[in-house]
């Protein structure tokens, strides 16, 4: 892996001990962008996916049928930037409802983080030898314009109002202080971690970079049942059980526009990554 500005920003910013932890956190990660001409796709966005023949079209029952978000070659990404567990062959598929009158509260979040809206999203993985026929679009929807990526890999850094974040860098846990409280030592690196993450973009595995605030609060509270506030034992203890599955920002060239120009979000755990049960990936939205 070339990059790691993420490395490189803790040995500028920080003191060995902390930078030492805050490194141990850092996770590869493959990022998509539009492919140029001649250049190998290792995914699409939009157009009509090709299921299993026999599958159905997925959808969200008493609401309609799913849009087609992505689909991504397992073979064809850089292992390099992924996890040991994701699969080395066949092939993602990423839907999601996109009626946003259903989806969207209308806030900085779109209520895809709630367990009754899980349904409007599914994951398929396609076992690589698996028949497969290219699906029409359902007449109700309209495909979105295909779009091919290809892909690198990059460090991905944990958002610092995470748990295991706040562990490393101000070693009790606790949530971060107000800028003018914030210890002295962090304030350089802080900044700079601000000014540094500001591009979203299509990833594949790695830490989400999120709008705004950690998404893995926003599933972990939804899957406790929506009870706990941030800064809860129980609540930083299930958000340490999610990672990123996938992001797909807005995109212009494939007409997506989630909320106010916002990304959408897969995550799972790694014990349902290990075992390829993508039934499992939750779905939320930041804007």
């Known amino acids: ?92 598929l990423f839907f999601c409802f996109d009626g946003h009158d259903d989806m969207d509260d209308g806030g900085s979040s779109g209520s895809l983080d709630a367990t009754e809206t899980w349904d409007g999203a599914h994951v398929l993985y396609v076992p690589e030898g698996t028949p497969v026929l290219r699906a029409e679009t359902p007449q109700e929807l309209e495909p979105h314009p295909y779009v091919e990526l290809a892909a690198g890999v990059e460090e991905s850094a ?62 972990a509270n939804a899957a406790l049942g929506g009870a706990h506030s941030w800064g809860t034992p129980a609540l930083d203890r299930e958000a340490e059980r999610w990672i990123l599955l996938a992001q797909f920002d807005s995109d212009s060239d494939a007409k997506m526009a989630w909320g106010d120009t916002g990304t959408l979000y897969w995550l799972i755990r790694p014990e349902h990554l290990a075992t390829h049960r993508f039934d499992q990936a939750r779905l939320t939205m930041q804007c």
């Open 1 to 92: 892996m070339t990059d790691d500005r993420y490395s490189r920003l803790a040995a500028e910013h920080l003191p060995a001990d902390l930078a030492d932890r805050w490194t141990a956190l850092l996770r590869p990660c493959v990022r998509l962008r539009r492919a140029a001409d001649g250049e190998q796709a290792v995914a699409t966005l939009g157009g009509e996916p090709e299921l299993p023949a026999g599958a159905v079209w997925p959808e969200w029952p008493g609401h309609g049928p799913l849009s087609f978000i992505a689909s991504v070659r397992c073979s064809a990404l850089p292992h390099a930037g992924l996890p040991a567990a994701f699969p080395q062959d066949g092939t993602l």
């Open 158 to 219: 944990p958002d610092l109002w995470l748990p295991q974040a706040r562990e490393a860098l101000l070693g009790d846990g606790r949530h971060w202080p107000a800028p003018r409280e914030t210890p002295v030592p962090l304030r350089p690196f802080v900044q700079a971690f601000r000014r540094l993450r500001t591009r979203i973009d299509h990833q594949i595995g790695g830490h989400a970079v999120p709008v705004q605030g950690p998404v893995e609060y926003e599933v």
